[in-house]
């Protein structure tokens, strides 16, 4: 087993959970949900790209 160790509000700690919103995004997307259902505001889309 392997453990990760993240510093809390460190810039990796930032970079995992923008990682896990668009996860989540790419997957309400694919299953069909499409944008109506995904929850993502504008300043995190940007984030993102």
Do not use: C, F, N, P
């Amino acid at each position: 087993m392997v453990y990760k160790l993240i510093v809390k509000d460190s810039l990796e700690e930032k970079i995992m959970d923008m990682h896990a919103k668009k996860a989540k995004l790419a997957d309400d997307i694919l299953s069909g949900k499409g944008l109506q259902d995904a929850t993502i505001t504008r300043e995190e889309l940007l984030e993102i790209i």
